[in-house]
């Protein structure tokens, strides 16, 4: 199995550690040729309106939306999920995702950078323990469509709870950054079950 990691903008050195500790040799992708090879696709974190502009200079913006259409598995931490989201909130003028994830996200819905925090969080499907999240200028999901499944929730500063860690089908997404924390269950659970269950995986 040949995994990329959109390698325009944002950590992908980490997202490569990890997948490489899964037993993955990943691959960085910035051009069609690359994206056109590779049977699944790590999104990073970094700034989602970059990337998105980065993919579209390079010619790739549409391709990529086109494989994920097409069933490629797809796993966004942060930026990435918000590249997923067919909805966004707060968006600046313009702002375009691939799409493919049923959710409205709200960027930056935790605040700005000083308001990064940390916590643990029980994921479904994955075992005990608790999962260090690292939340960092992150978004967090405000509406899911009905075939998307809540892995994760936390309560936000206004009281509620929000979704931070979805899946729907081959689409994985976390509002987290678990690639900055040397657990690496999400990115296992991306390879072992979320990739290994799509019908793209020969």
Known sequence: ???GVLALQGDVREHFRALEECGV???AVRRAAEIESIDALVLPGGESTTIAHLALTFGIFDLISERIQQGL????SCA???LLADR???AITGQRTFGGLDITVRRNAFGRQVDSFET????AGLTTPTVRAVFIRA?????TGTKVKVLATVTSPDGNTRAVAVRQGAILATSFHPELTGDNRIHRFFIEEVCKSSSSIK
């Open 25 to 27: 040799n990943p691959v």
């Open 1 to 3: 199995m040949k995994v």
């Open 80 to 82: 990435g999920m918000i």
């Open 120 to 123: 643990d969080l029980a994921i």
């Open 139 to 143: 978004p967090w999901i405000e509406e």
């Open 88 to 90: 966004v909130e707060d």
């Open 73 to 76: 598995p797809v796993y966004g």
